[in-house]
């Protein structure tokens, strides 16, 4: 697959402590994508990281509904909400980028999850799926007509986020070596049945 320097772009989800080895809401295998996500970055003139940014008792946190336990689903105000363990709050070491990954790449950093009573798995759009985090725009501006998406989860918020890339028009590429899932009662096999129906690509890293 032949990348487009000019209307390409580089979408790296949520590559945060917490997320990785040790972290509050570790990804199995999170840490292993770091490598390969700094090789690819070369390839591309726009990279855009995205950065889970919660506030401390965030609406997504099963800490702030007595009574319930992490990856318990309930019913808020916008629709289903897994709930979470306290993760990836403003300002803590946990919602840093994981210190190897190569952040000088980074042409803008997408914050989502920062409002309090609304959890943001997309890139695009927050749970709600109308209140929007400004990327498609920023995009738009610059021309982009692909994106890459590679990061974690697979599951979660690299599902939602390719999803809502190819909802804008977009034409997405998910670089499902360089992701990983949480994979929460077949999660991840129906994130990537979802995504073939969308219409978008899976690659590996070895063939762009």
């Known amino acids: 697959m ?17 997320f990785c080895r040790g972290g509050a809401l570790a990804v199995p295998g999170g840490d292993d994508v770091v490598p390969l ?6 390839r591309f003139t726009l990279s855009i990281f995205t950065q889970d940014w919660h506030t401390a008792g965030h ?4 800490s702030a509904h007595p009574g319930k336990n992490n990856y318990e689903t ?18 803590t070491d946990g919602a840093d980028f994981h210190p190897l990954l190569d952040q000088m790449n980074a042409a803008a950093i997408i914050r989502k999850g920062y409002h309090a009573a609304v959890d943001s798995y997309s ?12 990327l498609a725009g920023f995009l738009s501006t610059l021309g982009v007509q692909r994106v890459f998406i590679a990061g974690l989860a ?8 390719a999803l809502d890339a190819r909802a804008l028009g ?16 077949g999660s991840l096999a129906a994130a990537h049945e979802a995504m073939i129906r969308a219409g978008i690509i899976l690659v590996t890293a070895d063939t762009l």
């Open 37 to 42: 996500i700094n090789r690819l970055f070369p």
């Open 74 to 91: 309930i019913a808020l105000t916008y629709g289903e909400q897994t709930l979470w363990p306290d993760h990836c709050v403003q300002g």
């Open 170 to 185: 977009l034409d997405v590429v998910v670089i499902d070596d360089a992701s990983r899932g949480i994979d929460i009662n």
């Open 154 to 161: 697979t599951d979660f918020c690299v599902l939602y986020s």
């Open 123 to 134: 890139a695009f759009f927050e749970n709600d799926r109308s209140t929007p985090t400004g």
């Open 2 to 18: 032949t990348i487009d320097r000019r209307t390409d772009a580089f979408i790296v989800i949520d590559i945060q402590r917490d």
């Open 59 to 62: 609406v997504s946190f099963a």
